[in-house]
């Protein structure tokens, strides 16, 4: 299969699975149970009026298919409707608090990368009691719950030590102090992830050390360390990438703890408020927005496989 | 020997031995925190939501043990009554899951057809879902209580615990055993239920206990949220949530408690797991 052909298909089939999720989304509004109007309002009493001004406002008499395609219609034009909450539209909403989850994800991102793939190669190569210490420590890394390292990184280096500021994402003080600001909140939002890629790391190039073409590398008086990088790593790159998706997932859904937790104001504290105070078009929006980038990393995944490892043709990996 | 009289070699293989003290540890602390959780009402020291206002973030004494959380009320026993809330929770989560999912992948594997193509478009649509998100989306629409996001978990979980118990009777069908049985006359369902379908059971539920960690974290987050669990309610995340703003003012030990069990008790849950899964595999690490 070629590769334009395959792109497309995989674009065609992520736009359908976008179309399901985008539906799932807007259909477990509409079967909220109670009036739609009062549900909006977020169980406040309103005159006659102002409901009938909410159904308009918000075509609620028109059948559910119409309010479907108007809501999927508004959202491809880059409106997600407006806060009930904050009475503002949700993109100016979202737009003014994602800065601070994006710098988040992404410190969190590098010490996933750096510290995930560099234990892991450091567990598979050196064997003995450095492996058993890494197997252990990553272990509890994969059990702590990422609001459970944010509440014992705050308590101890935070408040106890006073190391690093407690709350806050200190936006407004420039560049430096928000990266001191999100440093605990990222090392939190990275700890299971780190023990996962570590994990999945250390099996792949255990799995490529066995293998027939690392002991003929050797024989051939390769020096140790570029058996390592050329022919155990990069062999095991493949397996290591496949779980891209699932860390970038894992990272925009788990801010939604660790920013309730130390009071940064991105778009996971932004999910926290609006899902406790029923502000539904805010949480539809994340949560739609969370989905499509999760099959966006994967469509690129699934297109960088066959770049990574020849061997893999396209679309030939079992999904997942 | 003995072996040939085993049935079902999976199941007689999970209570094989060689036990690492990581795995006895575990295995030991699920027992502790499963008895715990039975016995509650009888063991708390104090009941769980008696307020003492006076006494409130007291240090750790004869009277609390663990000390008393900032509304006044015994950390200890709010912790043994709230691994009734904690455990319960993710136990429906993997009953239903497993279950439904189970059923789903035995089938898909073992008819095919629409069905199993149906099962693979859904499971892209779930993936692409992830749990907790699927949780605080049913929470947010239906308001407190377990069920919305134990209900949204089981869904979210539903594709993974399908897609393995399909992949193994895929495997399984090709074996000879299976031929055999069909040759000797019996029908397909009863070849499945009564021989698949114990053979694969091992996997599945090594895997669950894999899955109650994962629902146990997802749970826990969700009613550190302040969603899901009701507020009176002793719960492990809860009492996270109602500790967070004693941390700030440097009283961490009603916080830092229900923290270290919710680790423990995931870590054990899934050395177990993990382990059952190795030995039933045939795995050594």
């Known amino acids: 299969m070629n590769f334009v052909r395959f792109a497309v298909r995989r674009l065609l089939e992520m736009a359908a699975t976008l179309l399901g999720a985008s ?87 590098v010490v996933v990368v750096l510290l995930g793939l560099a234990l892991g190669w450091a567990g598979a190569v050196r064997g003995g009691a450095t492996d058993s210490a890494i197997l252990v420590g990553t272990t509890f890394a994969i059990g702590t719950p990422a609001f459970v390292a944010a509440i014992l990184l705050q308590g101890f280096l935070a408040v106890e030590l006073g190391w690093f500021p407690s709350s806050g994402s200190g936006s407004g003080d420039g560049i430096a102090a928000m990266l001191w600001h999100l440093t605990l909140p990222a090392i939190a939002l990275a700890l299971y992830l780190v023990g996962m890629l570590a994990r999945v790391t250390r099996s792949a190039m255990l799995e490529q050390l066995t293998s027939e073409h690392v002991a003929v590398a050797r024989s051939r008086g390769i020096p140790e360390r570029h058996v390592i990088s050329r022919h155990v790593f990069r062999n095991a790159l493949g397996a290591v990438l496949t779980t891209a998706g699932l860390i970038v997932s894992s990272l925009l859904v788990c801010t939604v703890l660790v920013e309730t937790a130390f009071s940064v104001g991105g778009v996971g504290q932004l999910l926290e408020l609006s899902s406790t105070t029923k502000d539904f078009p805010v949480v539809q929006a994340i949560s739609l927005i969370i989905v499509a980038l999760f099959m966006t990393v994967n469509l690129i995944i699934d297109l960088l496989l066959p770049v990574v490892d020849p061997r893999i043709t396209l679309g030939t990996r079992a999904t997942g | 020997m003995t072996m040939t009289l085993v049935r079902r070699p999976g199941l007689a293989r999970l209570r094989a031995t060689d036990r690492g003290p990581l795995y006895l540890a575990s295995a030991g602390f699920v027992g502790l925190v499963v008895a ?36 006044g009320r015994d950390t200890l026993s709010r912790l043994v ?43 892209e649509l779930t993936l692409a879902f992830p749990g907790l998100l699927l949780a605080i989306l049913f929470t947010s629409v239906y308001g407190e209580g377990l069920l919305a996001p134990v209900v949204a978990l089981s869904i979210a979980y539903l594709p993974y615990v399908a897609r393995l118990a399909r992949s193994l009777v895929l495997a399984e069908r090709e074996r000879p055993y299976v031929a055999a049985y069909r040759v000797q006359g019996h029908s397909g369902t009863d070849v499945c239920l009564r021989h698949v379908v114990p053979n694969i059971a091992p996997v599945v539920l090594a895997q669950c206990t894999v899955n109650f960690g994962y629902a146990l974290i997802d749970l826990a987050g969700l009613s550190f949220l302040g969603l899901g669990v009701p507020a009176l309610t002793p719960d492990w995340g809860r009492m996270v949530f109602d500790g967070k703003s004693a941390i700030q003012s440097g009283y961490p030990l009603s916080a830092i408690v229900p923290c270290l069990v919710i680790i423990l008790t995931v870590v054990a849950f899934n050395v177990v797991g993990e382990h059952w899964a190795d030995k039933v595999a045939g795995r050594n690490r």
């Open chain 2, 81 to 123: 009554v709230g691994a009734r809330t904690s455990l319960l929770g993710p136990l429906g989560v993997v009953v239903f899951s497993t279950l439904a999912g189970g059923a789903v992948g035995v089938v898909a594997g073992w008819r095919g057809g629409w069905l199993d193509s149906l099962l693979s478009r859904t499971t």
């Open chain 1, 23 to 109: 539906f799932v989304v807007f259909g477990a509004m509409y079967l909220a149970p109670g009036n739609p109007a009062s549900f909006l309002l977020g169980g406040r009493s309103a005159s006659p009026a102002a409901l009938a001004a909410i159904d308009r406002q918000y075509h609620l008499n028109d059948p559910f298919i119409e309010q479907y395609a108007r809501w999927l219609g508004n959202i491809l034009h880059g409106d997600f409707g407006r806060s009930i909450e904050y009475r503002t539209d949700v993109s100016h909403l979202l737009s003014s608090r994602l800065p601070t989850t994006l710098l988040l994800v992404g410190m969190a991102l």
């Open chain 2, 36 to 71: 715990v959780a039975l016995l509650a009402p009888w063991i708390a020291p104090h009941d769980p939501n008696t307020v003492e206002l006076g006494n409130a973030l007291a240090a750790p004494s004869g009277d609390h043990l663990l000390g008393v959380d900032a509304a």
